[in-house]
């Protein structure tokens, strides 16, 4: 099993999805820290550019980094729309294994779970190792995490989002299985989506998976790839953080 997987057949149904979810509650804050030091700013598991745009249109150099070809063209066409293709680099590359020269990056950016879609330890050590030495030292490193994943009820074939897609005009509908591995410590979320144009119905089925990883399990491997905490918080105005918060997010510098 691997944490990648699903993510190209997700790439059309991502922006419609979140913005009936997340939407832009995490964008204002991912701007202010991104702006916090100046210099070069690199986003993980950037996809079709969802905080990267924002980011970019407020001053901020950035680099967002996807393994994901389909959902890097929707971010390349954004890009291209927006006119910030000067402001902003996009590359399609492993976070494992980040393709850039030492130091190259003030600060990184690494938005809500994309860590837990490491679902081997060997990759998020990788993956941190890689940041650590992507980063000048002092540099910011900040993350979020689902909060507590474990949590989430198993159900099946529930009908989690229905609604119009602006762009073609197709109804789109989310039928949505959940699945708890806990010998493996990961959530599934079976996903079935099913658009709608006039006669003609289309269905996409795939899984996402993602890992459990607590703020303190998360802070220890940090603290041992060579970080160190500057703050744990609650929610995306800078509260503090405690287990039950709905958000869960990290931020810490390269020691």
């Known amino acids: 099993m691997e944490g990648w997987r699903g993510w190209d057949e997700y790439a059309p149904f991502y922006d419609w999805e979140n913005a009936r979810t997340l939407g832009r509650r995490d964008v204002a804050f991912w701007r202010r820290f991104a702006l916090d030091a100046p210099g070069h700013v690199l986003e993980l598991g950037c996809g079709t550019g969802r905080i990267t745009l924002p980011l970019g249109r407020a001053g901020v150099r950035i680099v967002g980094i996807d393994r994901s070809a389909p959902m890097l063209a929707r971010a390349r066409q954004r890009l291209t729309r927006a006119g910030l293709s000067?402001?902003?680099?996009?590359?399609?590359?492993?976070?494992?294994?980040?393709?850039?020269?030492?130091?190259?990056?003030t600060t990184v950016l690494a938005p809500y779970g994309v860590l837990q879609s490491l679902l081997r330890e060997r990759d998020l050590a990788a993956t941190l190792d890689a940041v650590r030495r992507a980063l000048r030292r002092g540099g910011a490193f900040g993350l979020e995490l689902v909060a507590d994943l474990p949590a989430w009820e198993e159900y099946r074939r529930r009908m989690s989002l229905r609604g119009w897609r602006r762009r073609g005009g197709a109804h789109?509908?989310?039928?949505?299985?959940?699945?708890?591995?806990?010998?493996?410590?990961?959530?599934?979320?079976d996903q079935e989506f099913t658009e709608r144009?006039?006669?003609?119905?289309?269905?996409?089925?795939?899984?996402?998976?993602?890992?459990?990883?607590?703020?303190?399990?998360?802070?220890?491997?940090?603290?041992?790839a060579g970080f160190a905490v500057t703050a744990l918080l609650g929610n995306y105005r800078g509260g503090p953080w405690d287990p039950r918060a709905e958000v869960w997010m990290i931020l810490a510098r390269k020691t």
């Open 197 to 224: 144009h006039g006669r003609h119905r289309r269905t996409s089925r795939f899984a996402l998976t993602f890992r459990t990883l607590s703020v303190p399990q998360m802070v220890r491997r940090l603290e041992k």
């Open 86 to 105: 000067r402001q902003i680099q996009l590359i399609r590359g492993d976070i494992r294994h980040l393709p850039f020269s030492v130091s190259a990056f």
């Open 172 to 189: 789109v509908t989310l039928v949505e299985t959940v699945r708890q591995d806990r010998a493996r410590r990961l959530t599934i979320f």
